[in-house]
């Protein structure tokens, strides 16, 4: 008789199995995009197409929850901040390195306190701002906007870092209303019909050699994020954030193996601002909300 594995070893696996399947999501992006000339548009446009298929099933069977929503606007203002969020990511992606791209993606969730803050009115410390600046001074570290090696291009993921932390925002806001099933569903079922516009002007025919790499893309896309939600099902946000931030080692790892690119002094440095930062964040989060169960945005 097998037995089966601790609950929180089955999370952790899971996230790691998540974060290496991003990792290889931006390295066929970043090869499409950047080594064959695809449009970013047109590429996330199939990326999330094909993973749209991957969920039909689930969709079929929870389509009820379509139903029941009374926010459809703000539904709709969601999925157009995380278009915004995706298309300027794999924008990013045609332009700067991998390490670079991941590094300042971390900052996220800094835009998100930032956000919730603001705008829903949730009360946010000296400790968590204090905590923000870290952060933020992290990604200035990676960007080096004082050296001659800093291209505009490389504020692309950081403002799709700051629009996914709006989508983020946005979604805490439906939840006090809709079931997790009624927000997701109606992401997925959107995303494509926004991603279709933007590529109208390119046409949707891929370059030749990137086919297999964006259909991949999509397949892995959907499985990581079915990965991350069943993680996040099982254990809290504080456990799983170690390994969540084991990414930014599967993506430099390939960055170096296919691309050649290897991460600077400053990336280092700069990322571990940020991932101090970020634990510290979380970790006040869950000191704020001892019985509240962790959500994946």
């Known amino acids: 008789m097998t037995q089966s594995l601790p609950t929180p070893l089955k999370a952790a696996g899971l996230m790691v199995i998540a974060g290496a399947c991003f990792a290889l999501v931006n390295t066929a992006l970043q090869s499409a995009t950047m080594l064959h000339g695809a449009s970013a548009p047109m590429v996330t446009f199939w990326q999330y197409l094909i993973a749209l298929l991957f969920y039909i099933p689930w969709i079929w069977r929870n389509w009820t929850?379509?139903?029941?929503?009374?926010?459809?606007i703000t539904h709709v203002?969601?999925?157009?901040?995380?278009?915004?969020?995706v298309q300027l990511w794999t924008l990013g992606l045609a332009h700067v390195p991998i390490w670079q791209a991941i590094a300042l993606i971390l900052l996220s969730p800094f835009f998100v306190t930032i956000g919730a803050g603001l705008f829903l009115g949730e009360d946010v410390s000296l400790h968590r701002w204090g905590a923000v600046v870290v952060g933020i001074f992290g990604g200035m570290v990676i960007l080096a906007p004082w050296s001659d090696?800093?291209?505009?291009?490389?504020?692309?993921?950081?403002a799709a870092a700051a629009f996914w932390a709006a989508s983020s925002v946005v979604t805490k806001h439906l939840t006090r209303r809709d079931s997790t099933e009624t927000v997701t569903i109606y992401l997925l079922l959107l995303l494509s019909p926004a991603n279709a516009l933007l590529s109208l002007g390119g046409g949707f025919a891929l370059p030749?050699?990137?086919?297999?790499l964006v259909i991949g893309a999509g397949l892995l896309t959907a499985l990581a994020q079915h990965?991350?939600?069943?993680?996040?099902?099982?254990?809290?946000?504080?456990?799983?954030?170690?390994?969540?931030?084991?990414?930014?080692?599967?993506?430099?790892?390939?960055?170096a193996v296919v691309f050649g690119f290897l991460p600077d002094g400053n990336m280092w440095l700069g990322t571990?601002?940020?991932?101090?930062?970020?634990?510290?964040?979380?970790?006040?989060?869950?000191?704020?909300?001892?019985?509240?169960?962790?959500?994946?945005a």
């Open 65 to 72: 929850a379509v139903l029941s929503t009374r926010q459809m």
């Open 77 to 85: 203002i969601r999925v157009v901040l995380a278009v915004a969020g």
């Open 149 to 158: 090696r800093f291209q505009i291009a490389a504020l692309l993921p950081v």
């Open 208 to 212: 030749e050699g990137t086919i297999w």
């Open 227 to 255: 990965s991350l939600v069943r993680a996040y099902t099982l254990a809290d946000a504080a456990f799983l954030q170690p390994f969540d931030h084991l990414k930014l080692v599967f993506n430099v790892g390939l960055g």
């Open 272 to 296: 571990a601002l940020i991932i101090v930062a970020s634990a510290y964040l979380l970790n006040r989060e869950a000191r704020a909300k001892p019985g509240s169960a962790a959500q994946n």
